[in-house]
């Protein structure tokens, strides 16, 4: 770090997630978000950068779960009947 300083060549700490979970200056600036995952609890992600001071962004969702839209899609968009999903269930295609 001294000879990149002596330089003038910016550098910085490389932290591990255990570091960056305490680091005061992640903190202030709200780098990371705690959001509910159903099954395993709380964990934290990665808020949207950059934050800007007119317009932050916020996490507010994780998305939808795995196949929480596969009726639609293949019942609505496909026209794929109920029992033809059922099948690809039993079958492990979805």
Partial sequence: QQA???????????LSIEDIMSDPQYMARQTLTQMNVEDVGDLPFVSPLPRLSDTPGQLNSL???LGEGNA??????LGYSI??????????VV
Avoid: R, T
């Fill in 72 to 77: 639609d899609i293949y019942g609505e968009w």
């Fill in 4 to 14: 990149c300083n002596q330089s003038e060549v910016p550098c910085g700490a490389v």
């Fill in 63 to 65: 998305g939808p779960k």
């Fill in 83 to 92: 029992q033809m999903i059922e099948k690809l269930k039993l079958d492990g």
